[in-house]
């Protein structure tokens, strides 16, 4: 008996740029006069790259660390990133008592414009581009995007184009870095640094939000955030194709750095060694990234 062929739910391109089929032809353009309030947060990463962790981060230190107000507000936000179907929508009518916290793997020139002059604040969470590769393929792979995610070889490939999904790495990336890094409302931290000086970040962050914690504070933020806490809860119903319905996935899976080990092949290595240092010749973002601990 021939197995069942698999359904894949595609990209939807939308001015060029591949967007999950959860985005609406029109979301991109409605996003960039979406209207920023002084205390909106915005946590913005390339896919795969801490974006929920980072997210918690901010959801902790806005509510102090305290596990009630947290779940409160975990309850009262939608879920998933900003751009997904009419998620924009509910945060228009999302309470003014506290702020927003939104996140998105929006590009530069989607971003709302009010973001650009100072309005509202903006986390932005940078990873070494072979773990986001790892991580990227075994989140999208199960969840059947397109036939040539399926196999880490192919998807190595269309990992480096710009025509992946959410756009290449570098492309995503160093605008936002080489543009937006000395902007006051803006905050660059790395997943690496977030790893290796946990309690350093929450403080850096809590700061950056004006939100200045006591050292208890501080310490539940960490212990609520640690990578064991947020796995034990973290998870996502995810729409496949009509025919085969909804599927829980784990939103997170190692959190460790240096995983790319795990599948990058010599060759694999030594080609995106050679595209890195070509792509980030000159930036200022490269003393920033490490590749293992």
Not at 39 to 53: H, I, M, Q, S
Not at 102 to 125: A, C, N, T, W, Y
Not at 180 to 197: A, S
Not at 200 to 215: A, Q
């Amino acid at each position: 008996m021939a197995d069942t062929p698999k359904t894949f739910l595609g990209v939807n391109v939308i001015n060029g740029f591949a967007w999950s089929p959860q985005v609406l032809d029109d979301t991109p353009e409605k996003l960039q006069s979406f209207e920023i309030r002084e205390d909106d947060v915005f946590v913005l990463t390339y896919p795969k790259a801490g974006t929920n962790w980072a997210r918690e981060l901010v959801r902790n230190i806005v509510c102090d660390g305290n596990k009630e107000k947290v779940k409160e507000d975990y309850e009262s936000n939608p879920p998933g990133q900003l751009e997904f179907v009419d998620n924009w929508k509910k945060y228009d009518n999302f309470l003014r008592e506290k702020p927003r916290i939104m996140m998105s793997h929006e590009p530069v020139d989607v971003l709302p414009r009010q973001i650009f002059e100072g309005k509202g604040r903006v986390l932005f969470v940078m990873r070494n581009p072979k773990d986001s590769a790892v991580s990227f393929w075994n989140f999208i792979k199960d969840r059947q995007f397109l036939e040539e995610y399926e196999k880490w070889d192919t998807f190595f490939e269309a990992y480096l184009r710009s025509d992946m999904l959410n756009g290449n790495w570098f492309d995503y990336n160093l605008p936002y870095y080489e543009q937006h890094r000395n902007k006051k409302n803006f905050l660059f931290l790395t997943y690496e640094e977030m790893k290796l000086d946990h309690k350093g970040c929450v403080i850096r962050i809590s700061d950056f939000l004006s939100r200045p914690l006591s050292e208890e504070q501080v310490d539940k933020v960490v212990q609520n955030t640690s990578f064991s806490s947020m796995k034990a809860k973290n998870s996502i119903s995810f729409q496949l194709k009509e025919e085969i319905g909804k599927k829980t996935f784990p939103l997170l899976r190692k959190g460790i750095v240096g995983d790319w080990k795990t599948r990058f092949t010599v060759a694999q290595n030594e080609r995106f060694d050679a595209i890195y240092n070509q792509r980030m010749e000159g930036s200022a973002l490269a003393k920033r990234i490490i590749f293992e601990t």
